[in-house]
């Protein structure tokens, strides 16, 4: 009987074992410098055991190497070259009675060095060691650079290729892939090394022919990265000799035309240093005055004009030179068909700008006077002209005891015998008054019809002294 309960102590304890388990990632990655996290749990403690210690372990090429130990007598203790850059995350691994369900451990600062499998071990009673194992992979990001092959490039023959610009992913794990963004004509050449850290460069050369037509393009190298994608540029500066034509002459000189030149257009780089004028048929003539690339030529044109002119530019890379054959005729050349058409249509031009200038200032004359003419009736319509125009009777000159206002000059005299003619007048200019006020008529309005358009004075001493209102109060 007592064999009996012993085997079925030990076959509980061996299945129980079983169902606990170290738990951790399959795998985990970090680049170097980084941090990176190894979890490793004891699961399923059920029926509990003794923990009698958790051991960290490195494994390489066979063989084991000790990282981290967690015993609950003895403490934390972490090996060297761990100890400044491995512990263990939880806190309660580290008190006085610790608990070591969890032991993960935190790498700080990774080196390419650290990459390898390392092993969670428990050691327990009765259950004995149970451990699991998670491999740690350690990228290191590229240095990345871009450079042209020399600062200068100089253009040679239309068939030697060289080497204009390279692409440089330096120590990185893994390699990067380096392409290139242009439209460009070229090739590219690529080489891979491995460095003895584990680490790889990756050098890529662009090739091409270069020429006074790629001078100031952009080359674009694209490095891609462990899904990171990084681009740089440079602007290609290719030096060639001088491109050399003259520009001036129109193939009309003709004799006694005036202000003509020749001009030396280059291009260049660097830029044309010198300028050198020849005549091919003679000496350059008296009338002509060299300025640096132009040929001024001074007066009238004559015969002695005619001939082939060349002009020589001069840079840092070289000489290149231009001619040009000028002939003299003895009248001007017909104008084409397609020069009479641009003759015409630049008067046309001219004279619809023209029509649009006078239009423009008809049309600005005309809307001043419409506001001139606005503001004056709105001045003729205001209250302080109604009151002036307004008729006065009889009795608007004393009422009650009170007396108006003086009239504001003599002109108001006339305009009083004008009233019975025509009512709310008010007269611009009144005539001078001759004679005295004294012979004014007593009843102004008396006279016929027939003889209201002309004024006419009485004949002085046929009648009454007339004495105005007004005068009463003087």
Known sequence: MMVVKTFM????????????????????????????????????????????QVTWQKFVNGTKQNVAIAN???????????????????????RPTPSLEDTTITFSNLRLTD?????????????????NTVNLTVYARPMIQMSLSTPTIVAGPANLKMTVATCLSANG????????????????????IRNPDGTFTVRSDYVMVPTRQTHNQKLTCITSYHSETYSDSVTLNI??????????????????????QLICQTDANPPVSLYQWRFLNGSIPDN?????????????????LAGTYMCDATNSIGTRSAAMEVNVTENPLPLSASERMMSVLGWVVALGIILAVVLAIFMANRQQKRSSNTDSNQNSSSPAHKKASKKRGNDDFQSSGKFFDDLPNTAD?????????KEDFLEQHSPPIHPPLSFLPQNPCAQHASESSVFKYPTPGNIPPYTFPKEQYV
């Not at 609950?72 to 580290?94: D, I, N, Q």
């Not at 132009?294 to 015969?303: A, C, D, Q, R, S």
Request: overall charge negative; glycine content about 8%; hydrophobic content about 35%.
């Open 9 to 52: 102590y030990f076959s509980a304890v061996i299945i129980s074992g079983y169902s606990q388990m170290v738990q951790v990632d399959d795998s985990r990655s970090g680049y170097a410098g980084s941090q990176v996290d190894l979890s490793c749990q004891f699961v399923n403690s059920d029926p509990p055991v003794k923990i009698s």
């Open 72 to 94: 609950p007598a003895l403490g934390v203790s972490v090996l060297p070259p761990f100890k400044e850059r491995v512990r263990f995350k939880s806190p309660a691994v580290r």
């Open 115 to 131: 990459e390898a499998a390392y092993i969670c071990e428990y050691t327990t009673f009765p259950a004995g060691n149970r451990e």
């Open 173 to 192: 794990k893994p390699a990067g892939v380096i392409t290139w963004d242009t439209g460009l004509d070229g090739e590219v050449s690529n080489q891979e």
């Open 239 to 260: 030096q060639y000799e001088p491109e050399v034509t003259i520009e001036g002459y129109d193939g009309n000189w003709y004799l006694n035309r005036e202000s003509v």
């Open 288 to 304: 002509v005055e060299v300025r640096d690339n132009i040929l001024l030529f001074k007066g009238p044109v004559t015969y002695d």
């Open 413 to 421: 005299y006339v305009s009083y015998r004008l009233a019975c003619h």
